[in-house]
């Protein structure tokens, strides 16, 4: 055998080599959550998740890398998903989480009162132990996912989680396809890495803003800007972490101007579009919902207190949340002059901008979650696989201040 087929060979292995030990470790993160975990929905995840990547790490050392990717999940999203459907359907406890509830009221209350929010005075008069629940700190475009259940009643097709998964998947085949190129971090960061699979079988409502935030990047690198407004558009319908993505994709429309404002056309009319009915029917109902919760302002404390900077920062000092804010705020104005000195001139760099954006937001708000950080991930695989692709002609200058 030559030197250069000995080369050619370790060239060939090493990404399957990555791969496998990558699927190893989240066979080793499923196990310890499926023995560990104090959330009865994660552990039953990780039942069912660990055998589909231990399974996927010894596929993919035979040389099947991208079969293996969506193997892997079927076997660590789709099947753990449908089993606790199937299982909540049929009157089993504890396999769903509490977001999956909220959204499917949410459905609900839009059905029947035409708006998916509970005003105040409503939340104040159940139970203390079912306030929590009575929250719904999303945009409204969200009770989409719970119509189902809210017209057809319990089955497990009606599992909000079903449809999360379905708009995902729509979402991620579409924008792999016009991508038509490196893709595998990519499908890996969105289809296999625990952060995702984990969310999308017990929770699910990241991975259709997600999938659509993704969908308006792949978009954007076509040119194809109106398309792409509607795509985040409709990620900002469902959560205010599309906004960063539409913001930057704005600056990457310019120039042309008309480009730019076509894009924010749709990019911002179709989240106010969303919300117009909701604050018609009962403005204050989505303000104590949509902001006062989130912001740690409603009548019950919000659940998302993961030990982040922001969070840690928060507790430890008297002053600690007006310093988590300066922070914050300070972070966002270095990545808005960088944004402006050095605008993105590909849909990866703007990738890169969003990661670094919603990195800081996530680790400096004092409430926020550990599963937020699927959002970065998910773009900086983006942009490492995008990122030697050609700029349009656009050259990455610096502006002059």
């Known amino acids: 055998m030559t030197r250069w087929q000995n080369g050619r060979i370790a060239t060939d292995l090493r990404p399957r080599l990555i791969d496998a030990v990558f699927y190893a470790l989240c066979a080793a993160f499923a196990a310890v959550t499926a023995l560990t975990s104090t959330l009865l929905p994660h552990r039953a995840w990780g039942a069912i998740a660990w055998i589909g990547y231990a399974a996927g790490a010894a596929l993919v050392l035979l040389g099947a890398r991208r079969l293996v990717v969506w193997l892997l999940f079927a076997g660590t999203a789709l099947l753990p998903l449908l089993v606790e459907s199937v299982q909540r359907a049929s009157g089993r406890a504890g396999r769903a989480q509490e977001e999956v509830l909220v959204v499917e009221h949410m459905g609900d209350r839009l059905l029947h009162t035409g708006t998916p929010y509970l005003s105040p005075a409503a939340i104040a008069s159940l139970p203390p132990d079912e306030r929590l629940l009575g929250y719904a ?25 079903v449809w999360f998964f379905a708009a995902t998947l729509l979402c991620l085949v579409y924008s792999l396809r016009l991508l038509n190129a490196r893709t595998h971090r990519l499908t890996q960061a969105v289809a296999v890495l625990p952060l995702c699979t984990l969310t999308l079988a017990t929770g699910g409502d990241d991975l259709p803003v997600l999938a659509l935030c993704v969908l308006a990047l792949a978009l954007a690198s076509r040119d194809r800007f109106v398309a792409a407004g509607v795509a985040v558009g409709l990620a900002g319908a469902l959560k205010l972490f599309a906004l960063p993505v539409a913001l930057v994709l704005l600056v990457l429309a310019l120039p042309p101007l008309a480009r730019a404002l076509r894009f924010a056309a749709f990019a911002f009319g179709i989240p106010l579009a969303a919300l117009a009915p909701a604050l018609i029917v009962d ?119």
């Open 137 to 161: 700190p999303y945009q409204p475009g969200m009770a989409v996912f719970g119509l189902p259940r809210a017209a057809f009643g319990q089955a497990w097709w009606t599992d909000a989680r």
């Open 283 to 401: 403005a204050d109902a989505f303000i104590e919902n949509a902001i006062r919760f989130p912001s740690g302002h409603g009548l019950v404390t919000s659940p998302a207190q993961s030990p982040l900077p922001g969070h840690l920062i928060a507790t430890a000092f008297p002053a600690g949340r007006t310093i988590a804010l300066a922070l914050l705020l300070l972070a966002g104005a270095v990545i808005a002059y960088r944004l402006y000195r050095r605008p993105p001139r590909t849909a990866a760099a703007a990738a890169l901008f969003t990661a670094a954006g919603l990195t800081a937001a996530i680790m400096l708000t004092p409430t926020t979650r550990f599963g937020y950080l699927l959002y970065p991930a998910a773009f900086l695989a983006y942009w490492w696989d995008q990122r030697r692709q050609p700029s349009d002609g656009h050259v990455d200058e610096p502006r002059q201040v």
